[in-house]
T-cell receptor, first 111, second 112 residues
């Protein structure tokens, strides 16, 4: 099955820095979702995007639905230690009723 | 509070044994899913069900079985045919026609 390409695979940043990650696909999606997974826990939905070009924020998080509908971006501003975890993107076509997940970006924040 | 409950959190299994992982939701969602996550990897779809008494194979269904007798419940059985069952298993659900999946806390299965 297809998995979306996420980059970078991992990031080590200092507290207070901004973070950018992206997700790309060879297929078009109608919805993009971003999840965060803490160690040993299930993923939690952060942001949902429903329209090409859409820019949506949730606190320090901002995500964008790419114009081509084949990519999405997530930015985290002023990172804090609790931002540590794995961030997954997921795409949804509206058919077959299932999500396609990215390979994940592991974020580590140092003080 | 509505949500998805997976049990147990940790599970140990001897080689050659079948084991069943529980997933219950009270969100009134029609669709439910099982994913497998290996260390440092993404989520791979095992099985999914869009409605009671119906389910479909995902990308890695071999060695697994499911049932969907009730809307609230979607148990996953890891059979002895699954050659490498040690992994983190996640259950999720969605409302019909919507993409936002809600996940349980996961079950970590270890074969000893």
């Amino acid at each position: 099955g297809q998995q979306l390409n996420q980059s970078p695979q991992s990031m080590f940043i200092q507290e207070g820095e901004d973070v950018s990650m992206n997700c790309t696909s060879s297929s078009i999606f109608n919805t993009w979702l971003w999840y965060k997974q803490d160690p040993g826990e299930g993923p939690v939905l952060l942001i949902a995007l429903y329209k090409a070009g859409e820019l949506t924020s949730n606190g320090r998080l901002t995500a964008q639905f790419g114009i081509t509908r084949k990519d999405s971006f997530l930015n985290i501003s002023a990172s804090i230690p609790s931002d540590v975890g794995i961030y997954f993107c997921a795409g949804y076509t509206g058919t077959a009723s299932k999500l396609t997940f990215g390979t994940g970006t592991r974020l580590q924040v140092t003080l | 509070d509505g949500g998805i409950t997976q049990s147990p959190k940790y599970l140990f299994r001897k080689e050659g044994q079948n084991v069943t992982l529980s997933c219950e939701q009270n969100l009134n969602h029609d669709a439910m899913y099982w994913y497998r996550q290996d260390p440092g990897q993404g989520l791979r779809l095992i099985y999914y069900s869009q409605i009671v008494n119906d389910f479909q194979k995902g990308d890695i269904a071999e060695g697994y079985s499911v049932s969907r007798e009730k809307k609230e419940s979607f148990p996953l059985t890891v059979t002895s045919a699954q050659k490498n069952p040690t992994a983190f298993y996640l259950c999720a659900s969605t409302a019909t026609g919507l993409s936002e999946a809600f996940f349980g806390q996961g079950t970590r299965l270890t074969v000893v």
